[in-house]
């Protein structure tokens, strides 16, 4: 359909309206800019502060989405093509954390962290899951598992099960058609919504507030060092870390598009 078809007025006005929002984007980041100034933003990003906190964002957002992969995978493939006991309130109780507050999950995560398996690997193996980067990273693979989760389902959803069935029709076991059929085809898919999964990660900072606390060099990925930068009236850290935030999620949001664009999943 274009703006100049019969009705040509109705699209005009949701391409303006695009372009609105657009516009006030836009402005956001450029009044923004404008404020901390050229000379500014060559001083903030030329600190090592700034890469130190940046890298422990990439880091541990890798990490993290790594094992939301690890879980998120075959629980998504469950989800879109099992059927067992149960199914709808299993995938309820999955899709909690997708819906409830990140700070609820933090608050939670106090609890769970003083029982099994987590006290016996802290007295085991002296590893302490709280205030350091371990629990910077059971906070972001709490937030984003159900994420990733939701996400692999919508993109085996959209794989016809016929070519499973052909596979299986073939004499190849359930493992096999998943490994060599399903999971080739859900590519573009799978790495799409990883990335998501991976910008997510790095964007968590309610329930690190909570859980982790601000430990500087230690804890405070981006969104988190940005909170306590404005706390403290630093405000051209607080400006100069917001546009790193942006070109990372700009940079994010073009690699799902060019990478997994023919998926459909977003």
């Excluded at 060559?42 to 890298?55: A, G, H, I, N």
């Excluded at 709490?142 to 959803?157: E, I, N, P, S, W």
């Excluded at 601000?214 to 546009?243: H, Q």
Aim: hydrophobic share 55%; proline share 4%.
């Amino acid at each position: 359909m274009t703006l100049t078809s019969r009705g040509g007025w109705w699209p005009a006005l949701c391409t303006t309206t695009v372009g609105a929002v657009l516009a006030v984007y836009v402005l956001l980041v450029a009044s923004n800019w404008i404020y901390l100034g050229w000379h500014d933003t060559l001083y903030f990003f030329s600190k090592s502060r700034m890469w130190e906190r940046f890298w422990l964002t990439v880091w541990t957002a890798t990490v993290s989405t790594s094992f939301s992969l690890i879980i998120g995978i075959p629980a998504g493939y469950a989800l879109s093509r099992f059927r067992f006991p149960c199914r709808h309130l299993f995938a309820t109780i999955i899709d909690l954390p997708i819906v409830v507050s990140p700070a609820v999950v933090g608050a939670f995560l106090f609890g769970i962290t003083t029982r099994f398996p987590f006290d016996w690997i802290s007295e085991h193996y002296t590893i302490y899951i709280g205030r350091n980067v371990y629990g910077v990273l059971l906070v972001q693979f709490t937030v984003t598992a159900a994420f990733c989760a939701r996400l692999m389902k919508a993109t085996f959803d959209m794989i016809p099960v016929k070519f499973e069935m052909v596979s299986n029709s073939l004499g190849a076991s359930p493992a096999r058609t998943f490994f060599k059929v399903i999971l080739p085809m859900a590519k573009n898919g799978i790495i799409a919504s990883m990335i998501v999964v991976w910008a997510r990660a790095a964007a968590e900072w309610e329930g690190l507030m909570l859980f982790v606390g601000a430990t500087e060099g230690k804890t405070d990925i981006m969104p988190f060092a940005i909170y306590l930068d404005w706390n403290g009236g630093m405000m051209g850290w607080v400006t100069s870390m917001s546009i790193v935030c942006i070109l990372m999620a700009v940079s994010a949001i073009s690699a799902m598009k060019w990478i997994g664009g023919r998926s459909n999943v977003w």
